[in-house]
């Protein structure tokens, strides 16, 4: 995923880093590399055209007919309905969402990622399980923010473990800025909840930070919320930090009704 900036990078590095800073872009994300599965790849290949959106990169030239994108995002047409809609930024190999939208079958949950093998393990867990509410978004979610999610229309987004980017010099790549929050913030319908999570605690007290600037978001806990009220299913990542004697931080920010 890549943040909207209004200071572009030094238009340094890879030609994707280049391009990407000439737009006014940084991304936010390592690209993650790895072959997909035998079941991840069937279920991208026998699935996508069900379960699966592509989000355009409107800086970016498509040379094959696989990797282009869709049309307009239609929530109505990808689902089936209209219900309440969760997003979430970075779902990894789903099965925090998997497990969130079989607990949650009022409302629909769209995973965006990057990594397309994690995304074919999420469409593969949703059919052997019969989710009818859950979708994938391949590509970078903050162009499907910008360009396709209506302002007010989003019930809750989820960032959970987002790529701490550790180094200082990297501080400005980190998802969780105040630009990229308030895009969320305006997406987000009135009582709509942002909830980050985090095991790198550098950055948690910089989200808390953020986040508790945004004139638009209440914290609905006293600082960190605890993690018994979140809600939130255990991920590998969480997983992780836990057996490396990492804290694990969650954020629970909801949009104030102006």
Same mark, same amino acid.
């Given at each position: 995923?890549?943040?909207?900036?209004?200071?572009?990078?030094?238009?340094?590095?890879?030609?994707?880093?280049?391009?990407?800073?000439?737009?006014?872009?940084?991304?936010?994300?390592?690209?993650? =590399?790895?072959?997909?599965?035998?079941?991840?790849?069937?279920?991208?290949?026998?699935?996508?055209?069900?379960?699966?959106?592509?989000?355009?990169?409107?800086?970016?030239?498509?040379?094959?007919?696989?990797?282009?994108?869709?049309?307009?995002?239609?929530?109505?047409?990808?689902?089936?309905?209209?219900?309440?809609?969760?997003?979430?930024?970075? *779902?990894?190999?789903?099965?925090?969402?998997?497990?969130?939208?079989?607990? /949650?079958?009022?409302?629909?949950?769209?995973?965006? /990622?990057?990594?397309?093998?994690?995304?074919?393990?999420?469409?593969?867990?949703?059919?052997?399980?019969?989710?009818?509410?859950?979708? +994938?978004?391949?590509?970078?979610?903050?162009?499907?923010?910008?360009?396709?999610?209506?302002?007010?229309?989003?019930?809750? +987004?989820?960032?959970?473990?987002?790529?701490?980017?550790?180094?200082?010099?990297?501080?400005?790549?980190?998802?969780?800025?105040?630009?990229? +929050?308030?895009?969320?913030?305006?997406?987000?319908?009135?009582?709509?909840?942002?909830? *980050?999570?985090?095991?790198?605690?550098?950055?948690?007290?910089?989200?808390?930070?953020?986040?508790?600037?945004?004139?638009?978001?209440?914290?609905?806990?006293?600082?960190?919320?605890?993690?018994?009220?979140?809600? =939130?299913?255990?991920?590998?990542?969480?997983?992780?930090?836990?057996?490396?004697?990492?804290?694990?931080?969650?954020?629970?920010?909801?949009?104030?009704?102006?």
């Amino acid at each position: 995923m890549e943040k909207v900036h209004d200071n572009p990078a030094d238009p340094t590095g890879s030609p994707d880093q280049r391009r990407h800073a000439r737009h006014g872009l940084i991304r936010t994300f390592h690209p993650r =590399r790895g072959r997909a599965s035998a079941t991840q790849a069937d279920a991208l290949t026998r699935l996508w055209p069900v379960y699966g959106y592509t989000i355009a990169d409107p800086h970016h030239s498509y040379h094959t007919p696989e990797a282009a994108p869709d049309g307009p995002f239609d929530r109505e047409r990808l689902f089936g309905r209209r219900a309440p809609l969760v997003l979430e930024i970075g *779902c990894g190999m789903g099965e925090a969402t998997a497990e969130m939208a079989a607990a /949650d079958p009022d409302r629909d949950y769209l995973g965006a /990622d990057v990594h397309t093998p994690g995304l074919g393990n999420l469409i593969a867990m949703a059919e052997a399980r019969g989710l009818s509410n859950v979708r +994938v978004a391949r590509g970078d979610v903050l162009f499907l923010l910008r360009d396709g999610i209506e302002p007010a229309s989003l019930a809750a +987004v989820h960032v959970f473990f987002p790529d701490p980017w550790p180094k200082a010099k990297h501080h400005k790549r980190r998802l969780i800025q105040p630009d990229t +929050v308030a895009l969320i913030r305006d997406r987000l319908e009135p009582g709509g909840v942002l909830h *980050c999570a985090t095991d790198w605690a550098e950055y948690a007290e910089q989200m808390l930070a953020v986040l508790t600037a945004d004139p638009g978001l209440r914290n609905r806990y006293a600082g960190y919320a605890p993690r018994a009220a979140v809600g =939130r299913p255990m991920t590998g990542y969480e997983r992780r930090g836990l057996r490396d004697s990492r804290p694990i931080a969650d954020l629970v920010f909801e949009k104030i009704d102006s």
